[in-house]
């Protein structure tokens, strides 16, 4: 949101425009967008140039060139003559504005219309002066200027509440795409794309997230020409779009013209595997003028419902959405609203309801709005749906929305931790952390709490109703029982009544005394995305019975985190939790044992064979981000990449250059030496390769697995004493398996 006294300098800006023979509303933003656009690549090309001093390395893809260095605003801002700066803005600066993105690019094909129209010298020279000053202001340099300008222009044009054309505050666009957490392999479209906001914070997230990824030339290549699509039928937002795209350095996005609600999806039908989106909620099209394929989903007149039905048509199988819809499609009564209701539940998989506060487009519009989230399957898959009542998000819900906390405070993911205070004015963090909770802890939450889950069966039963309020619950304080204090359920102290459900925990943490620093701060973590913990450094309370304790923990928590390491693996409590619970789960169906390794150690007989994962040698951040990863793993029991994994193309051998020398007899040892396990019982691939080499090899006969000390043994028996297992097991000690000449011949 932009300050107070920015607006009133953005204000005298306008009166000058307006004093200056310009009185279009659209008009002023477009030509203003222009000069910051101008100011920005020369501050642009500012750092490059101090890169290049520093390092001592030429200009890497420099805008200006030594032939255009006249160009530049650092340059035409100070000519001093108004007439010879209009010249030579209009003359020369426009035509090269026009083609900077390449021929055939997008920017250059919408920039191609763009149309310089200040009037007079003494305007120019005016709005130059006014807008270098209001760029230089630190509240907002590195900001989305032009978003925010656009922002405050619609407010004073009045037109949202007639076209729906209000632009989505920047942080919850951000809430809606750490929810989503786009990749590297995603293809992501914003149907009605305005200045590209959701575009921009999708490749801010990503340059932040995958930075090392995008180092990798396909990948980038990817991210420049292919991930970012954005549709708008009103081409000076395109314009404003491509300038904001370009700006965020993607190279050439595919934002062009398009009526979306018009012209048929067939060329783009399940293309995308990411849709984020605010479309314009008012507003009604003839069947005449709507694309026959969006009717064929949903039979409407309303172009909220046919934007969700072009959601699911633009989505590829598989394929997430994450789109702003107003409250009157989760309730609404007609045939059609409950049609698409029932399409997102049964024929697909809704995944989450995200109430929004009403006044959160404020001063633009007024309307009570909701986040959906959902995944196209084609084939169902909706189990519960996730519901959150945010009511506060950080600002004020009047028509000035002033901000309620300090900076470092504000958005989804504040630079400050909140405290519960604080909380109620700003819910956003809470409702990112609950979602990546929504698998586990979130089930259990009561629907008189701020988040809970409707099962799929309720849902249908209210005639697909997806308003909150049809599902929450209120608390009564006749039927209300005295509470008793529960520590670790649930994120943190919890309220509950004696009558616990029978497994109060989620996870008991087991561990020796001197990592107890790694177990408290595994436990936070965890803690901190809602999972009920128990550790015995925080439950194991005074006057409590260490022994019960812990076997509760063992018996009533659904999983136990081992946290391996050599101390603990020479622990004789430790030995017995971890062997207990595996025993409780010898196949690992259950998936009860969860050993997490702290430092580089063995891991003795079966818990070799249990899946585990290191958090050793990571950054704090990484390693909170793979642990609650790792565990909802271990929760769903897959462990699915986030994203389509690449088409694994055939590798091929390079062919000598010069003709291959004899092998010696020095190249074939007659003597294998022992391997060590380490990799082998996680790589099976290996031990097969191996297995394989060596019979064709005619160095032995059978092939030996010897577990119980960590190594492949290699021996070589005849035929007919290997089939005798009993023999040499008892001769051996440690025979796992056996494999014959016969065997091996697949």
């Not at 046919?306 to 994450?322: C, D, H």
């Not at 694994?648 to 391997?675: M, Y």
Request: hydrophobic letters at 40%; glycine letters at 8%.
């Amino acid at each position: 949101m932009i300050a107070g006294d920015l607006r009133g300098r953005i204000d005298r800006v306008w009166d000058v425009f307006w004093s200056g023979g310009i009185s279009n509303p659209l008009e002023v933003i477009e030509q203003i967008s222009y000069l910051m656009f101008l100011r920005r690549l020369d501050d642009i090309q500012a750092a490059k140039e101090s890169e290049a001093l520093v390092t001592d390395r030429p200009i890497e893809s420099p805008i200006y060139t030594p032939r255009t260095q006249h160009l530049r605003w650092s340059r035409f801002k100070d000519l001093g003559d108004g007439e010879t700066m209009l010249a030579l803005v209009r003359d020369e600066v426009f035509p090269w504005l026009r083609e900077l993105g390449g021929e055939g690019s997008t920017y250059s094909h919408h920039m191609g219309g763009a149309r310089f129209t200040i009037p007079t010298a003494n305007l120019l020279t005016k709005v130059v002066d006014m807008l270098d000053g209001l760029l230089d202001d630190e509240d907002l340099v590195g900001h989305d200027t032009k978003g925010d300008l656009y922002e405050y222009m619609l407010c004073k044009i009045a037109k949202a509440g007639q076209n729906g054309q209000f632009r989505t505050p920047r942080h919850i666009i951000q809430l809606m795409v750490e929810m989503m957490a786009p990749g590297p392999g995603d293809t992501i479209c914003d149907p009605a794309c305005g200045t590209a906001g959701f575009l921009v914070a999708s490749a801010a997230y990503l340059e932040r997230t995958y930075g090392d990824d995008l180092l990798n030339p396909a990948v980038r290549e990817h991210f420049d020409h292919r991930m970012f699509h954005g549709f708008d039928f009103d081409k000076t937002m395109l314009r404003i779009g491509s300038m904001n795209m370009l700006l965020h350095e993607v190279e050439a996005p595919d934002i062009r013209y398009r009526d979306s609600l018009a012209q048929s999806a067939a060329g783009d039908a399940g293309r995308y595997s990411l849709i984020l989106a605010n479309p314009p909620f008012a507003g009604s099209l003839d069947y005449e003028t709507t694309a026959e394929d969006l009717l064929a989903i949903v039979k409407t007149k309303k172009t909220e419902l046919l934007f969700l039905a072009l959601f699911l048509r633009l989505l590829k199988p598989g394929g997430r959405a994450a789109v702003i819809a107003p409250e009157g499609v989760l309730f609404g009564s007609q045939k059609a609203n409950k049609d698409l209701r029932k399409l997102l539940v049964e024929g697909h998989k809704l995944d989450a309801v995200v109430k929004l506060p009403r006044g959160v487009f404020k001063p633009y519009a007024g309307v009570s709005a909701a986040i959906l989230f959902f995944t196209r399957t084609d084939s169902g898959g909706t189990d519960d749906v996730w519901f959150y009542e945010v009511t506060a998000d950080g600002w004020s819900l009047d028509d000035k929305r002033t901000p309620l906390l300090p900076e470092e405070k504000l958005g989804p993911v504040p630079l400050a931790a909140l405290d519960e205070a604080e909380h109620t004015k700003n819910n956003l963090p809470d409702v990112l952390r609950r979602w990546n909770a929504r698998l586990g802890s979130e089930r259990r939450r009561a629907r008189t709490e701020q988040s809970f889950c409707v099962p799929k069966a309720d849902v249908a039963a209210n005639g697909y109703d997806l308003s909150l309020n049809r599902y929450k619950e209120s608390i009564h304080a006749e039927t209300e029982r005295r509470p008793h204090r529960r520590h670790g359920l649930d994120g943190g102290p919890k309220y509950g009544t004696e009558e616990d459900d029978g497994e109060a925990w989620d996870f008991f943490i087991s561990y020796t005394g001197v990592n107890q620093a790694w177990a408290e701060w595994i436990a936070w973590q965890l803690e901190d995305a809602h999972y009920r913990v128990l550790i015995q450094a925080w439950d194991f309370v005074p006057g409590s019975d260490w022994m019960f304790k812990m076997e509760q923990g063992i018996t009533r928590s659904r999983r136990m985190i081992a946290v391996l390491s050599s101390a603990y693996l020479t622990s004789v409590y430790g030995g017995q939790e971890w062997r207990t619970v595996r025993a409780a789960d010898p196949q690992g169906f259950a998936r009860k044992l969860l050993p997490i390794r702290i430092e580089e150690c063995e891991r003795p007989g079966p818990l070799h064979t249990v899946v585990g994962f290191d958090l050793f040698g990571l950054e704090p951040r990484t390693a909170s981000a793979y642990l609650l990863e790792q565990v909802r793993h271990c929760l769903l029991g897959r462990a699915k990449p986030t994203n389509e994994p690449r088409f694994p193309a055939p590798s091929r051998p390079t062919p000598p250059i010069a003709e291959p020398a004899l092998p010696s007899a020095a190249d074939s040892p007659s003597v294998i030496s022992p391997l060590t396990m380490d990799n082998l019982v996680s790589r099976q691939d290996l031990l097969i390769r191996l297995a394989r080499k060596l019979y064709r090899s005619n160095l032995l006969d059978v092939i030996f697995i010897d577990l119980g000390r960590a190594i492949v043994t290699v021996h070589d028996f005849p035929d007919d004493v290997a089939t005798d297992r009993q023999n040499l097991s008892a001769s051996t000690g440690f025979v796992v398996g056996i494999r014959t000449r016969t065997d091996l011949s697949l």
